[in-house]
T-cell receptor, first 116, second 112 residues
């Protein structure tokens, strides 16, 4: 079974709709991340969380919100989707590598979101 | 904040040739430089990383070199194979930070 799962894998929605993307992990990691991937723009960080009570904005958080329901679950919401949020979204996890040390990030398979 | 530039954006090589992907970073405090490989339809996966206390690291056919003075690091793949075809991302992070800044990616195509 996959260590990091994302649901749904594909989603088509309309402008103005609310949508939630879900991420679950069985790796036991404290740290979870949401990235967006666009052609030619690489991976950009939307939000990240280091534990259930910790939520931090990333580079491109406008138009998005997140919820860390448990250590293993981290959800990304688009309150009112717009076409330029059409992209591939990835969840990732990492362990706490210790003070000042960044560990390997483990990515889920991605959710392809299309906003019409 | 950190800014990572990656070149080239696409790279085509013949099977057996070497491939080199280069990245530059802006923050002199950066000290961790991972490389991720993304195969079609999958999430990125770490293939090699280097920390600032070393200048080169090798793992079989792949190697990463780091020049802290010039603030650039490179991925070298020797004896390329068709299964090396993928998108490769470099990343950097300053000491004490807990997030990565990624480059825009390089699509590597290895032709048989």
């Amino acid at each position: 079974d996959a260590d990091v799962t994302q649901t749904p894998r594909n989603r088509i929605t309309k402008t103005g709709k609310r949508i939630m993307l879900e991420c679950s992990q069985t790796k036991g990691h404290d740290r979870m991340y949401w990235y967006r991937q666009d052609p030619g723009l690489g991976l950009r960080l939307i939000y990240y969380s280091f534990d259930v009570k910790d939520i931090n904005k990333g580079e491109i958080s406008d138009g998005y919100s997140v919820s860390r329901q448990a250590q293993a679950k981290f959800s990304l919401s688009l309150e009112s989707a717009i076409p330029n949020q059409t992209a591939l979204y990835f969840c990732a996890t990492s362990d706490n590598g210790g003070r000042g040390v960044l560990g390997e990030q483990f990515f889920g398979p991605g959710t392809r979101l299309t906003v019409l | 904040g950190e800014n990572v530039e990656q070149h080239p954006s696409t790279l085509s090589v013949q099977e057996g040739d070497s491939a080199v992907i280069k990245c530059t970073y802006s923050d002199s405090a950066s000290n961790y430089f991972p490389w991720y490989k993304q195969e079609l339809g999958k999430g990125p996966q770490l293939i090699i990383d280097i920390r600032s206390n070393v200048g080169e690291k090798k793992d079989q056919r792949i190697a990463v070199t780091l020049n802290k003075t010039a603030k650039h690091f490179s991925l070298h793949i020797t004896e390329t194979q068709p299964e090396d075809s993928a998108v490769y991302f470099c990343a950097a992070t300053p000491s004490g930070y807990s997030t990565l800044t990624f480059g825009k990616g390089t699509m590597l195509l290895v032709s048989p």
